[in-house]
């Protein structure tokens, strides 16, 4: 059988600036580059047609999603029935090749009658009824706070019409170890995010600054920075960044009363780049255990020494190239010690042979290839 692939993306994969469409855009990028021919489906909402996807796919369809109030009175979640287009499932029945829905967002045909003979594959990101539940428990704005709330119930019902797939693909072992229990005949198989690396080029040596960086726009990022300013950096005698999009105002106000405390706002991807691989010490902390966090593994293939609490390493295995810390006086303790260690030669080593054995671009998209035409064997 012809190598073809159908995959239907929740947004325009590119350009690859944020968690769920660097995953995609990276494995679109490798299975092309391992042969397979790929029909690409996408939703644009907010992003524009992408020429640089045509590199790597042998079509492309871009459908409109259908957004606004008409999508949210429905029992279905918001963020799957404003998916939902006629012209998406035609354009999957042109061919039998297999289907990779990308996020629940994408799954509105993936119990459709016309698919039941199709291979179907659920490729997940998150175990979003929880992540929204979170959303949920974080929100302050009350009409955003009953939305998250309705979703969450929403997208833990509708769960159930995944065991219309074939296999699953699980972003992290705690998400595969969950998807197994909720869907036993269901293969389930754990496969790491794609990503922008192909090797480690964290530098040895010294840096003379800790950084956190993410998107500040996001509500759980800035309260973690708040935490980081309020509770770890405010009488520690080190230089501390904070990098990312979009900061509040009044995140931007807190800044300005720490003389040691600096702020790149939105900075481009040039100088995050800098930041990132000269830095001393990388604090990666969040306070949901929810999905993979990818810029863990951005750090680890570009950045030195990477402060760690538990949630941020929740279904990863990945503590021993980190430092872990349980509070807020852990991390005082452990800034101070770091400040005074060299990063070497040996703890790049070291992550060469994790990082490649198991999040390897090409080691993965290989690993999809095998399961998908080993069903058709």
């Known amino acids: 059988m012809e190598r073809n692939l159908h995959i239907i993306a929740f947004d325009v994969p590119y350009p690859p600036n944020y968690g769920g469409v660097i995953d995609i855009f990276y494995k679109i990028k490798s299975l092309s580059e391992s042969g397979i021919k790929i029909t690409l489906h996408c939703f644009e909402y907010n992003r524009s047609h992408a020429i640089e996807l045509d590199e790597y796919c042998e079509k492309i369809y871009y459908y409109k999603r259908q957004t606004g109030i008409l999508s949210n009175l429905s029992l279905l979640p918001y963020i799957v029935l404003s998916r939902k287009n006629k012209s998406l499932i035609d354009n999957l029945l042109i061919d039998p090749s297999p289907i990779l829905f990308e996020g629940i967002h994408s799954c509105y045909y993936l119990n459709d009658k016309r698919l039941k003979s199709r291979l179907k594959i659920y490729r997940e990101s998150n175990i979003e009824h929880t992540y929204y539940f979170h959303l949920f428990l974080s929100q302050r704005n009350l009409i955003k706070s009953a939305y998250f709330l309705i979703e969450s119930i929403r997208l833990y019902f509708y769960q159930r019409r995944l065991q219309a797939a074939n296999l699953m693909l699980a972003v992290s072992k705690k998400d595969t170890s969950y998807l197994k229990r909720f869907f036993p005949k269901v293969n389930v198989v754990y496969l790491p995010s794609f990503h922008a ?64 405390v600096e702020l790149y706002d939105s900075p481009n991807e040039e100088t995050m780049s800098e930041l990132i691989h000269n830095a001393h010490i990388h604090t990666m902390i969040t306070f949901q255990r929810t999905g993979f966090k990818l810029k863990l593994i951005n750090v680890l293939y570009s950045g030195r020494f990477c402060l760690c609490n538990n949630q941020m390493l929740w279904g990863t295995d990945l503590e021993k190239l980190c430092i872990v810390t349980k509070s807020a006086f852990d991390m005082k303790m452990a800034v101070t010690r770091l400040m005074k260690e060299t990063f070497s030669k040996r703890e790049l080593l070291n992550r060469a042979a994790v990082l490649d054995k198991t999040f390897g671009n090409k080691i993965n998209s290989e690993k999809i290839i095998s399961l998908l035409f080993s069903i058709y064997n």
């Open 197 to 260: 690396n192909t090797h480690i080029t964290a530098l040895e040596g010294r840096g003379d600054y800790v950084l956190y960086h993410g998107n500040l726009s996001v509500q759980e990022n800035e309260k973690v920075a708040i935490f980081l300013l309020k509770d770890v950096f405010n009488d520690l005698p080190v230089r501390f960044v904070i990098a990312g999009l979009h900061p509040s105002t009044q995140l931007k106000t807190l800044i300005a009363k720490y003389p040691h």
